[in-house]
């Protein structure tokens, strides 16, 4: 069952925010079941796709992701009645923010998935994953990555070594 | 008009019926006006409106100022309609209560963009990008006005006034991004943006909180994109359009044209105008089960 390694150029960094009733219980299962998928995804469970605010993502590009998948449970499933009806909302209106930004918003996945659909996820992650790695390195905020404070101790320490 | 305004405020001072009439007095040179706050009967001839009176003077009814808590029962506030546009859009989000407020509504032609371009009248040279295409010149919410008001259908779509919005949209994504990349180049982060919103309600600021730090406060590059992305993003759906960022911001980086595409977004997804109604709620806090997730896979 297990796939064939692929060594690649350019391996991208991938954040998912997932929630825990549905997502995560999907991504567990297929962890369980023994499924591959693209080990570059980070995932962050949270309790639910509405507990997503647009700040992690933003947060996550500026920390050099280069792409983040959202997902949860599908619409009438949510445990908490209506948190992905108002995620939805709220995607809809930052994709939209990211695309005037000039960020490419195919960097941005929004993904329903259920916890019996371990399939689903890892057809998903790979896909995104093929995806990303085609779009290569998210480079925008790359002066934006480095730690002005740190650089400031670096170059300290070369001065003094 | 101003003579009726004046009247009536005096009324309200000497009746008691208000504590305070928030307006615009002369300010420190004949190009600008000042906001002003007249609590005895005695000043009100303080009080003018012209089109120098750009301020955006709904930002002193906004709870997260001093000035709502001087224990003031009652206010009157002089509004030219986008600020009437701004108080109705507290008021839907209960910042405000509707009865705290006594609402002087004036007739507007427009206001000039920058006060040095102030030339003693008013002309296409000097009219802010905002007035192009208003609804409100006469306003739709008031408890006084001067005259009588005419019927203005106000059901058209939100229309985009500036138009680098157009621009910039028809740009390439990297040509757009190297746009924002320059302007917020020169951004310092002195949140003058935030500080003269008025629809910025947050006790504490997200860029002020420290555990964590989500958007780095300091004058460095590191979170500029972080805070200008937050800042647009907190305002969609809220954003009234009184263009009060762009004119306050010291490195003259056009804030607003965020604000303006995501209002455009918002109408287009949600048919929904902020400002125009007391009781719809914006559009990210209300849902419909047959929303558009067309992006959605």
């Known amino acids: 069952m297990g796939k064939k390694i692929e060594i690649h150029d350019f391996e991208p960094k991938i954040m998912a925010f997932v929630c825990k009733w549905c997502t995560y219980s999907g991504a567990d299962l297929a962890g369980t079941s023994r499924m591959d998928y693209s080990p570059n995804v980070r995932m962050i469970r949270l309790p639910c796709s509405g507990r997503i605010d647009p700040q992690f993502m933003i947060k996550a590009f500026e920390q050099g992701a280069d792409g983040v998948i959202i997902s949860g449970c599908h619409p009438g499933d949510c445990h908490y009645n209506e948190g992905n009806y108002y995620a939805r909302r709220r995607n809809t209106t930052f994709r939209q923010l990211m695309d005037f930004h000039g960020i490419d918003i195919e960097r941005i996945e929004f993904s329903w998935i259920s916890a019996a659909e371990a399939i689903k996820w890892t057809e998903v992650i790979d896909a995104f994953t093929e995806k990303v790695r085609e779009l290569g390195r998210h480079p925008q905020y790359d002066d934006e990555i480095v730690d002005p404070y740190a650089q400031f101790l670096v170059q300290k320490d070369q001065e003094s070594a | ?297």
């Not at chain 2, 406060?217 to 200008?228: D, T």
């Open chain 2, 1 to 297: 008009m101003i003579e009726q305004i004046r009247n009536q405020a005096r009324k309200l001072l000497e009746d008691g019926d208000v504590d305070v009439v928030i307006g615009y007095a002369e300010g420190s040179d004949p190009s600008r006006t000042t906001p002003v706050f007249i609590r005895k009967a005695k000043d009100v001839d303080k009080l003018i409106y012209d089109p120098r009176c750009i301020n955006s003077l709904p930002l002193y009814l906004n709870k997260r100022h001093e000035y709502t808590r001087k224990g003031w029962k009652k206010t009157a506030i002089i509004g030219k309609g986008c600020d009437i546009r701004a108080i109705v859009q507290l008021i839907a989000e209960n910042q405000l209560k509707r009865d705290e407020i006594y609402i002087l509504g004036v007739p507007c032609e427009g206001q000039v963009s920058h006060p040095e371009k102030w030339d003693g009248s008013l002309h296409d040279g000097n009219r802010a990008t905002k007035c192009i295409g208003c609804d409100v010149m006469t306003p739709h919410e008031t408890d006084f006005f001067p005259g009588t008001k005419p019927d203005v259908d106000r059901s058209s779509p939100y229309e985009v006034t500036s138009p680098k919005v157009a621009n910039l949209m028809e740009l390439e994504l990297d040509k757009r991004f190297a746009f924002w990349r320059t302007d917020f180049d020169r951004c310092f982060k002195c949140y003058a943006c935030r500080e003269v919103c008025p629809h910025c309600s947050c006790n504490v600021c997200i860029t002020d909180e420290t555990t964590p730090s989500w958007i780095d406060p300091a004058a460095h590059k590191k979170g500029v994109f972080s805070w200008h992305l937050t800042r647009a993003m907190h305002l969609v759906g809220r954003c009234t359009g009184c263009g009060e960022c762009t004119r306050a911001c010291p490195m003259d980086i056009q804030v607003d044209l965020f604000n303006q595409r995501m209002k455009e977004v918002v109408q287009e997804s949600y048919s929904y105008k902020p400002g125009y109604s007391l009781e719809d709620k914006h559009p990210l806090i209300t849902y419909q089960v047959d929303d558009r997730e067309d992006f959605i896979k």
